[in-house]
């Protein structure tokens, strides 16, 4: 696993964004995993300035969505399909026909888990997997003590997401629902590269657990210790609880420009 500490959020997504691009050039069809809440708006935000500069070209990009909410009408403001239209494929000039997500308000749930990761590996696999982390250590809805091999399933939400996440329904925790489709731990980990980002001091023991505790599943996070390429960029707050924080600036320093991250 590999750290890098920025100096704020602005620089993380800045640096994510060129690593996106990078894989765009190389492979313009790429599938792109991303993630909805405040803190990967700096990625798209970024890498969107680069489509309009015209140094990138994302007309084959494809999208695929990490998670979605149980019940919401897909055309609901606040369904993770809706969002990512609005701050990912609209801003990236993607159309919906390049989208994949889970059905949130399919009858059957269990059937709509199941397509979607068959729908995952049929069109090749998620090559860069963006994921940001809860206060828990939980990545995409995998609470704590979700099975590190967990496959796209339907997860009951803790009470402190629902509360993190009422801000998005006008601070009403009675709108969040209860229920999401997540894609699992197992199913996460099968892209080819994770990137995870992190800001804020809020996110300091999460990030501490996951990059130097044990992989367990009260952290789910720590599963990216597992991975062959998975990067953990974070802000000097997020990091601020790494005890090996001066090891990772200067391995990340030392990096030759054309490894990337």
């Known amino acids: 696993m590999e750290v890098v500490i920025v100096p704020d959020a602005k620089a993380g997504g800045a640096l994510i964004a060129g690593a996106m ?9 790429a599938l792109l995993g991303v993630a909805t809440g405040s803190t990967p708006l700096p990625v798209y935000e970024a890498l969107a300035a680069q489509v309009r500069s015209g140094s990138v070209d994302t007309s084959r990009a494809r999208i695929a969505q990490l998670d979605e909410y149980v019940g919401l009408p897909a055309d609901h403001p606040e369904s993770y399909r809706s969002v990512l239209r ?10 919906m026909d390049a989208f994949m997500g889970p059905d949130g308000a399919a ?7 199941e397509a979607y990761d068959r729908a995952l590996a049929e069109a090749g696999g998620v090559d860069l997997q963006l994921l940001g982390i809860g206060t828990d250590g939980h990545i995409g809805f995998n609470e704590q003590c979700s099975s590190l ?3 796209t399933r339907i997860k009951t939400l803790t009470e402190q997401t629902r509360v993190d996440n009422a801000r998005f329904f006008g601070g009403a925790v009675d709108q969040v629902p209860h229920h999401v489709i997540t894609q699992g731990i197992g199913t996460i980990l099968e892209a080819r590269h994770l990137v995870l980002l992190a ?12 990059v130097e505790g044990p992989v367990a599943a009260v952290c789910p996070a720590s599963a990216l210790q597992m991975h062959p390429h998975a990067t953990v960029v974070v802000d ?3 990091a601020s609880k790494l005890k090996l924080a001066d090891y990772f600036r200067h391995t990340y320093a030392s990096k030759p420009d054309w490894q990337g991250i």
């Open 21 to 29: 691009a990078d894989l765009l050039r190389r492979t313009p069809d």
């Open 199 to 210: 800001t804020g001091e809020g996110k300091a023991d999460a990030i501490a657990a996951t």
């Open 236 to 238: 000097e707050a997020a």
């Open 86 to 95: 609005r701050e990912v494929l609209e801003p990236l000039g993607i159309g």
């Open 107 to 113: 009858e059957d749930v269990r059937a709509a888990c």
């Open 149 to 151: 091999v967990s496959r």
